[in-house]
């Protein structure tokens, strides 16, 4: 008899047949046991038992609850989740089974991005990890302690929590659940630069014990890898051979992350149907309503593909889909780092508060404790004791002071020292809406660094980042006190200049770019460094901080068809500024139909509107 139908006739006669209590309790233990490494049967078995809740003791009744909390958490309906574990927490006086649930609600927070409550629920959660016992909730613990230090990238808490399931290695499990936070942590962390045998050693120990969807994770880690070191032949043999098992296990997070990773390899391998492909499918195949880095990998390549094919209106689409993604992940990114940062201050300030009020309370004592020949005797110490009290106050400030230099240096580019991304844009949205109130124009301008990736292919990302430093440190020179100034990413860089009409920003882009091409990478021994720029002003893109930068970017990428090292300026007349002869070239609009081709869409649309055009890189 094949094993699915005697499975299922098994199910059926549970079903029809009342547990014996050690029956039920083997079932149980064995649904908790599976329940990663068999989805199917697990939830046969938990459908079964809770067909049969009536045959089962109350303790067996709350465990089949918890069960069905934890499925409502692997299949992404966290919110379901949250609910019933909270109804568990409330109902059983089992305390290990308490301390499982608020483990799974830790876990259910963490994915669904509420990392401030995830490390209050923590706290409580480590007080309690020393005097638990039972091994299958100690797993449980620890290994959802680990999963949260990685999110938040405190990489080496992340593998000290790892090292210790692996250490525990309760029923040979802890090796390969392990290993998996592990592995992503050194991978995160760029400590891990070849895939040998660890990756072996992992995998073999979850294929043993039959947990697909964590060997599955670790391959995406491995795969990271090989895509990171241009191995993507490596990286698409990896996941091809096992792409069948994720789809089986129905687990949206892990099928995001192997779609994303295969869409990447098949694009740095040059098979764009098959990345495009891949990234539908990440898209489609995502956890709903979910922030998250596959998506924003998804949403770029095919940003990238239209603008690529000529398909301007797709690659708008696309592009205003990426954007928001991208900052929504890195808001999600910067909360992580907030809210540990957060949680970790306030109980440093907790701490301190009630030593304080112990010491307070110990100082009323003695003043009513001391008789008349008391008194003089003790004022000296009453004294010290008030002095430890402005030292604890001294501590609770500098705690305070922290904080906010924490949330300052969220804020900022880490490399060059100015605005990042989101701090730009909130920056910017908040211009516009004084620009608009006070009926003055303003511009955004875009500016990418030309065949900056040659930099590092040739004299290595140490001269690359001297270039980026280097460029910001020339462009401040020529900044006006109300003027914005962001890194957008990799060698992009963003301004806002407001009161400042097309000409005038024109102007200004002019001057940048001539700054920045006497920039030399490899300390002057190298080649000159230069730029393209692209100008969207309010009078002709409105006061819409989204629009303004896909009209921006629309000149920019015209500016780099144009020939790069020049300034292009999104209008019904689009100037490009450059080094070389003047001529009059054709310009693409932000608008061009999606079946144009690059050449066909400028003729076919710009008629009214010219390139000033000078040849150079």
Known sequence: MPGGVGFLLLAFAQATLAFQPDEAAGLLQKADRIKTADPAEFTALLDSLAAQSKDLTAAQQEMVRYLQAWKSVYEGQYVI???????????????????????????????????????????????????????????QGLIVTAQLYNEVGQY??????????????????????????????????GKMRSVGAEFDTALAACTKLNELSYANFIRTYAATVYVAH????????????????????????????YESLL???????????????????????????????????????????????GDYKAALEYHEKYAAMD????????????AYQRVAHESVASKLQIETLNKENHVLQLEQALGAKAVENSRLYIILLLLTMGFIALWAYRTKRLQLHFMSLSQIDGLTGISNRPHFLKQAQNALEGAMRAQQPACIILCDLDHFKSINDKYGHAAGDEVLKQTVSECQLLMRATDLFGRFGGEEFSFLMAGCGPEDARLRAEQLRLTIVGISANSGTGSRVSASFGVASTVASGYDLRLLLAHADSAL???????????????????????????TNPTLDADAPADASPDSASDAQMTDAQILGIGGR
């Open 156 to 189: 080496d808490l992340a593998i000290a929590y790892s090292q210790k399931l692996m250490d525990e290695n309760w029923l040979n499990r802890g090796v390969c659940k392990g290993s998996d936070q592990m592995l992503r942590a050194k991978v995160m962390s």
């Open 230 to 257: 241009n191995q993507v032949d490596d990286a698409i043999r990896l996941l091809t051979e096992h792409y069948a098992e994720v789809l089986q296990s129905h687990f949206p997070r892990l099928l995001s992350r």
């Open 557 to 583: 990428y015209a500016a780099k068809r144009a020939g790069r090292n020049r300034v292009a300026v999104y209008d019904t007349n689009v100037s490009v500024i450059g080094t070389g002869t003047t001529g």
């Open 81 to 139: 989740a949250i609910s019933r574990l909270q109804a568990t927490i409330r109902e059983t006086h089992d305390v290990t089974l308490k301390f499982r649930a608020k483990a799974s609600i830790i876990n259910a927070l963490i994915v669904s991005s509420y990392y401030e409550e995830a490390f209050t629920e923590l706290t409580q959660l480590l007080v309690l990890l020393p005097k638990v016992t039972d091994p299958a909730a100690r797993e």
């Open 263 to 309: 869409a990447t390899a098949y694009q740095k391998k040059g098979n764009l149907p098959a990345a495009h492909q891949f990234a539908i499918q990440t898209i489609q195949n995502a956890v709903p309503n979910e922030i998250s880095q596959p998506l924003v990998v998804a949403y770029h390549l095919l940003y990238e593909q239209a603008r690529q094919a």
């Open 327 to 338: 900052k929504g992940y890195l808001d999600v990114t910067t909360a992580r780092q907030l």
